[in-house]
């Protein structure tokens, strides 16, 4: 693949810290939910890579569904109206669901996820965010793990993308405005 360090400004967050972040916040999870039935909800397809190491860095079994959603379209702005791409296979009822995301930007994915879940008679619902824009907030999320906030600047990597690109870029870094401008 290319160097892409042209089209980023530089790295807010490395493999590193994320790695050592994901272990502390496991490691409280494992006690916070210790005896109950948890079920890890992961949001693609941001979340694909801090499902897949969070997950991991659990102590114990847990079991895993995916929902779909999107709200960004190719663009770098939330549009605010959220599609269903694909439904949890689960049925949440009476589950313990923490919903694993890869960043809380505007809120509006979160926040309309919450009601949608609430909806479903789960036995509780929490987030897990890895990364949090607390100065994009356009609605306040209840979130009660969060690994990084992070400043208003369009982050790209560990499964943030720019039009279905950067996924893959190990760190999380911010796009140079030439690349979307
Ligand atoms: C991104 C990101 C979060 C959401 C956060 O997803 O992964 O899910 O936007 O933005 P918000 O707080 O402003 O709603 P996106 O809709 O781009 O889909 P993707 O995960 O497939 O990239
Ligand atoms: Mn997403
Ligand atoms: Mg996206």
Redesign the pocket.
Known sequence: AADISDQITKVLVTEEEILAKLEEIAAQVAADYEGKDLLLVG?????VMVMADFCRALPTVVPMDWM??????AGTK?S?V?QIRKDLDADIHDKHVLIV??????????S?LLENFASRGAASVEVFALLRKPE?A?VV?DCKYVGFDIPNEFVIGY???YA?RY?NVRDVAVLAPHVYS
């Open positions: 949001v693609l397809k941001g979340a779909a959603v999107s709200s960004y379209g939330s605010g959220v995301e890869d960043i809380i930007d505007s809120g509006l994915t979160l309309w994009a356009k999320v499964g943030l993308d279905e996924r």
